[in-house]
């Protein structure tokens, strides 16, 4: 990951941390996640539903994925935001392949670094969007209407999102389940864990942001070799 790689992943955490201690908790992640919480077994099709419509408007998915993580745990909550990430990212593909194609024209028209994405897709699109999802170097939403007006085919970039996003949604949703026993706490509720149990759940969380970041490491001599490789022709 190149220096403004590991400047969003650290944006992207410290806005996620800043939403969850700047605003009011129980009046905005709280509400929502005890919105889900409260609505039994339909909580994760409303939940899918509200993510979807977030992503499709820009809203951070980050902050959405910490409240799958703060309802249902790191394990349950990575296995219900991945495949809703991906469909999110794949009706975006859709809209940006057809009815909002003009739009995202204009939005990227000129964008330097875009038009190296598309160049390389155009090469080797299966494995350029797998490498973008490790290491973005644009927006998620931004990413997927994008990549609708490139030449990738659906079924590969629908394959390299539903990888190449894992390591980041478990991060998110990780640090969404930290965020609830951290509620908690500042509410004076005792975290049934008790200490040494959130000692454990923060190392995991160092851990696991650890390993996201090497694997966004790893990818970025590959990315910015298919990046800043030339034209065609």
């Known amino acids: ?13 410290l806005a996620a941390v800043g939403t969850a201690a700047l605003l009011p908790v129980d009046a905005w992640f709280g509400a929502f996640a005890g919105w889900v919480r409260d609505a039994g077994p339909a909580g994760a099709a409303l939940y899918a539903l509200v993510y979807v419509v977030a992503a499709l408007l820009f809203l951070p998915g ?15 909550g990575l296995a ?25 024209e204009a939005r990227l028209r000129g964008n330097p670094r875009f038009e190296a994405i598309d160049r390389a897709v155009g090469r080797d699109g299966l494995r350029v969007v797998l490498l ?15 990549l ?3 030449r990738v085919r659906l079924r590969d970039y629908v394959v390299a999102s539903s990888v190449g996003m894992v390591p980041g949604t478990f991060l998110f949703v990780y640090l969404g389940s930290v965020v609830r026993d951290t509620a908690s706490l500042v509410g004076g509720e005792r975290p049934s864990a008790g200490v040494l149990g959130q000692v454990l759940v923060l190392a995991g ?9 090497l694997v966004a490491r790893a990818t970025r001599a590959a990315l910015a070799q298919a990046l800043e490789s030339p034209p065609e022709g």
């Open 1 to 13: 990951m190149g220096r403004r790689g590991r400047g969003a992943l650290a944006l992207g955490l």
């Open 148 to 150: 609708g007006i490139t």
């Open 80 to 104: 219900l935001v991945s495949p809703v990430s991906v469909i999110a990212a794949t009706l975006s593909f859709l809209l940006g392949r057809t009815v909002a194609r003009h739009a995202v």
């Open 205 to 213: 969380l160092v851990a696991t942001a650890a390993a996201v970041a």
């Open 62 to 76: 980050s902050v959405f994925t910490m409240v799958a993580g703060s309802v249902y745990g790191p394990a349950w």
């Open 132 to 146: 973008l999802r490790l290491s973005p170097v644009l927006p998620y939403s931004l990413l997927n209407y994008g």
